[in-house]
């Protein structure tokens, strides 16, 4: 196979040639600055969890993977890359099988169904993604009823989940059953922050004596493993199903990954059909997540390394204060003195060292979230960079 230059690539592309066909004056400065971005890559970008890639970018990227080893598609879900990519997640969390889903929510929807079987409470967080950005899909489409603990909270406890249960006999007439439960770990909605391992293995323990099934919305599990030490196996010993997205910080532009034993797993594809998530196919996806899990623990363990560098680092600069979450993963929350002029100082990082962070708030303060593309400058270069950027 001939050889595809990287630079003619993305020359010849016409999504690489579109910022030229729009005039600089007629675009917003973010707008501006997310197009030029296409063609300063790479970026150091404290905001999201991962890379992200623009459309020419992800081509590109497909193409050398596809170089290196040819991509294999699939048929329905069947065979390919699709069939790779849940081999190999069925390894990492140590469960018999796993299956590309559509989306995230499908996948939280259908294991929380399945698992639940006929009876219909579900014990949530009340600040997690199933309870709070699924559209009511658990009441209104797979009749559960879903019931919100620990209000505002990151995490509800053993102790919390067990009165809850206990208090049903007592306050409520009719006894439908105790379907599941489901755990978000992190929580986005807390700002990354993490259910204690300690946690984790009381609720298991707790639901596997009473015959109720446990779900992990482990969206972004890798970032809990990451920063909390815990591998993402050992997580997932303590669920009976497991989701994981592919493009948080896969690469991905989409799709998820849910695991579980082979009696559940066997039932998705005709409830994915059922549903309306059964595309023709899915390689595109499977084929990015499947290179992007290549030596993920040892990036990530160096992304959490230079984290740390650069938070002590930043301390150190007068004008400049950085906090962590607490029981947190990848968020952080930069504070700067009111005389600093956040903006500029947010442009100047752009402009002159390829470092992009969000605009700063009414309060001067910026969320800072690290992803691996700290890893594209060293610490020295990244400190130096805000040093001057205020000075």
Not at 2 to 18: C, E, G, P, T
Not at 229 to 239: A, D, I, N
Not at 296 to 315: C, H, M, P, W, Y
Request: hydrophobic residues 40%; glycine residues 6%.
């Amino acid at each position: 196979m001939k050889k595809v230059d990287r630079r003619n690539f993305i020359k010849s592309s016409a999504l690489a040639m579109a910022p030229a066909i729009i005039p600089v004056s007629m675009m917003s400065s973010s707008e501006a600055m997310a197009r030029e971005d296409q063609v300063a890559y790479p970026f150091v970008r404290f905001s999201g969890d991962g890379r992200f890639y623009e459309p020419a970018e992800y081509l590109n990227e497909l193409q050398q993977i596809h170089l290196t080893m040819p991509i294999k598609g699939d048929n329905y879900g069947h065979g390919g890359a699709v069939e790779a990519l849940e081999k190999k997640f069925a390894e990492l969390t140590g469960k018999e099988k796993a299956i590309y889903m559509p989306t995230g929510t499908l996948a939280n929807q259908l294991a929380i169904s399945v698992l639940s079987g006929d009876n219909t409470k579900v014990y949530v967080q009340e600040t997690s993604h199933v309870y709070r950005d699924e559209a009511d899909a658990a009441q209104s489409v797979f009749n559960k009823r879903l019931m919100p603990l620990a209000k505002d909270e990151t995490y509800f406890t053993a102790a919390q989940l067990q009165e809850a249960i206990e208090e049903l006999s007592t306050t409520e007439v009719f006894q439908s059953g105790v379907g599941a439960v489901s755990v978000e770990n992190p929580v986005r909605r807390k700002f990354g922050g993490t259910v204690p391992l300690e946690e984790i293995k009381k609720i298991s323990m707790y639901c596997k004596s009473h015959s109720i099934k446990l779900h992990l919305d482990g969206a972004r599990l890798y970032l809990a493993s990451a920063w909390q030490g815990v591998s993402v196996m050992e997580y997932s010993s303590w669920f009976d199903t497991v989701y994981i997205s592919l493009y948080k910080y896969l690469g991905a532009s989409g799709g998820a990954i849910l695991c579980g034993n082979a009696s559940v797993i066997d039932k998705m594809p005709h409830l994915i059909k059922i549903h309306g998530g059964n595309m023709a196919s899915n390689w595109t996806n499977a084929a990015m997540a499947l290179h992007k899990l290549e030596r993920i623990e040892q990036r990530f363990a160096d992304t959490v390394k230079q984290s740390s560098e650069v938070v002590n680092g930043l301390n150190r600069i007068i004008g400049i204060a950085v906090t962590g979450i607490d029981q947190g993963t990848n968020i952080f929350n930069l504070s700067l003195q009111k005389e600093i002029d956040g903006n500029k100082m947010r442009d100047r990082l752009y402009n002159e060292f390829k470092i992009m962070v969000r605009p700063p708030d009414e309060n001067n303060k910026i969320m800072l979230m690290m992803n691996e593309t700290i890893l594209y400058q060293n610490t020295a270069y990244i400190l130096n960079a805000f040093s001057k950027s205020i000075s």
